[in-house]
């Protein structure tokens, strides 16, 4: 389970607010920009800024995320239906305004990934991130919606190792999907001709797939009682197996996009 270190950030007006969080419809992903700075580094940092004085003609520097990250500790600076300042804008992307809503820090999580000195994100700070998103998804209420900080805003280049190598960016989101439905591709990586073959599928494999067709059939995803009683009979095929993942998870992405247009 991922282990959490709180280390809340004291009420101020630059880097916690208290305010509530509208809605929880997205996870967005930074880069700390700064080489070697530990999470620990960071959170401080989002903490120090509650010590600004203002100044006329300088409005102050409002910065902070709900998790920061690196190879060994998660510091957890706000609790994760509190706003936090991680993606605030002049502009937003059509996409988030219409996923995320008008004002993108009233509805999602920020998290900081620590870089290493030569400015590459370590594989056991992407695992741990990895981590966190799963807990965040499967635990805390969050939507399995990923933005980087550019997908939000446009223009910022952040977390710039994933703008460069877009396809860790991808790998991530396919390993955290992996581990929230880890039946999916035992399903997908069998040949074409079997297809029309009666999943070959252990009783606790059954029973997890018998779980996430009822769920489906119960939130009103998919509406035939009959694949529900397929896997009961445990009668399923791979090809209908794969046909209804498809099928569910293209409906449950729309779902939340439907609630992303409202308000
Ligand atoms: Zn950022």
């Keep these: 389970m991922v282990q959490l270190v709180e280390d809340y950030i004291p009420l101020n007006k630059y880097s916690r607010s208290g305010l509530k969080l509208k809605a929880k419809r997205g996870i967005v992903l930074h880069y700390t920009a700064s080489p070697g700075a530990s999470a620990k580094n960071i959170s401080k940092y989002f903490a120090s800024l509650a010590n600004q004085k203002s100044s006329d ?125 880890p039946m999916q591709d035992q399903a997908v990586t069998e040949d074409e001709e079997d297809m029309d073959k009666v999943l070959a599928y252990a009783e606790w494999a059954w029973n997890e797939l018998d779980k996430y067709i009822g769920d489906a059939y119960n939130d009103q995803i998919i509406h035939e009682w009959t694949w529900v009683e397929k896997v009961r009979k445990r009668k399923l095929t791979y090809g209908e197996l794969l046909m209804l993942k498809v099928l569910i998870d293209e409906r449950r992405r729309k779902g939340i996009q439907g609630q992303g247009q409202s308000s």
């Design 57 to 181: 003609g300088d409005k102050g520097r409002y910065a902070s995320a709900h998790f920061s990250v690196d190879r060994t500790t998660i510091y957890y600076s706000l609790p994760d239906d509190e706003l936090a300042y991680h993606c605030g804008s002049k502009t937003y992307t059509k996409q988030a305004l219409q996923l995320l809503g008008s004002y993108p820090n009233n509805s999602t999580v920020g998290i900081e990934m620590c870089i290493e000195k030569d400015g590459s994100i370590h594989e056991d700070t992407f695992n741990q991130v990895v981590d966190l998103a799963v807990y965040l998804i499967e635990q805390r209420g969050f939507p399995e919606v990923f933005f980087t900080h550019k997908e939000v805003v446009g223009w910022k280049e952040c977390p710039l190792p994933w703008i460069k190598h877009p396809e860790e960016y991808e790998r991530f989101k396919q390993k955290v999907h992996q581990r929230l439905y």
